[in-house]
T-cell receptor
Framework: GAVVSQHPSRVICKSGTSVKIECRSL??????MFWYRQFPKQSLMLMAT?????????EQGVEKDKFLINHASLTLSTLTVTSAHPEDSSFYIC???????????FGSGTRLTVV | KQEVTQIPAALSVPEGENLVLNCSFT??????LQWFRQDPGKGLTSLLL?????REQTSGRLNASLDKSSGRSTLYIAASQPGDSATYLC???????????FGGGTRVLVKP
């Protein structure tokens, strides 16, 4: 089945630094990638949608200059949290959808802790 | 704006009982409805996907029904096991390739 590999699974960084999270679709071409954020015991909140080769579409209230998304190829999308602050600490999950209208495949998530 | 609600928010049952998880959505114009499982600190695993033209999907002990007109889906898990303990999330999308709208999830605990 379709697999999305997400790295790193866990990262701790100092306040003010930037962190990059990668998501790769291993056996299919991900025409669309979605990035979610999840707070403890809450559901997933969509941050942005990216299509390969074009700029990401951000949800209302999500700062595009803080959460940089790149989807330069059909198998790789990255989320960079710039100038991270403790309130950015959260669980970030990517999701990919291939061509043909199939379901969504999720990465294993990244636990970001900003100290 | 689509809103997805899952009831109950939490459920605890003894091993062997059947589980019934409910999901409702406000806008019946959906493309797909998908059920996911999430273990603590992990990503989501897709369980079942029901296209809008379908009424149910089955996989092993899992069965999901969809009543699009009433905006409801139910996930049944037969003969529950402790390994079924997890959070179950339902989500809908409006069109192919469109974003998913998630429910708040149901946290399930199956006691041995």
């Amino acid at each position: 089945g379709a697999v999305v590999s997400q790295h790193p699974s866990r990262v701790i960084c100092k306040s003010g630094t930037s962190v990059k999270i990668e998501c790769r679709s291993l056996d299919f071409q991900a025409t669309t990638m979605f990035w979610y954020r999840q707070f403890p015991k809450q559901s997933l909140m969509l941050m942005a949608t990216s299509n390969e080769g074009s700029k990401a579409t951000y949800e209302q209230g999500v700062e595009k200059d803080k959460f940089l998304i790149n989807h330069a190829s059909l198998t790789l999308s990255t989320l960079t949290v710039t100038s991270a602050h403790p309130e950015d600490s959260s669980f970030y999950i990517c999701s990919a959808r291939g061509q043909g209208g199939s379901g969504y495949t999720f990465g294993s998530g990244t636990r970001l802790t900003v100290v | 704006k689509q809103e997805v609600t899952q009831i109950p928010a939490a459920l605890s049952v003894p091993e062997g009982e059947n589980l019934v998880l409910n999901c409702s959505f406000t806008d019946s114009a959906i493309y797909n409805l998908q059920w996911f499982r999430q273990d603590p600190g992990k990503g989501l695993t897709s369980l079942l996907l029901i296209q809008s033209s379908q009424r149910e999907q089955t996989s092993g002990r899992l069965n999901a029904s969809l009543d699009k007109s009433s905006g409801r889906s139910t996930l049944y898990i037969a003969a529950s096991q402790p390994g079924d303990s997890a959070t179950y999330l339902c989500a809908v999308d409006k069109a192919a390739g469109n974003k998913l709208t998630f429910g708040g999830g149901t946290r399930v605990l199956v006691k041995p």
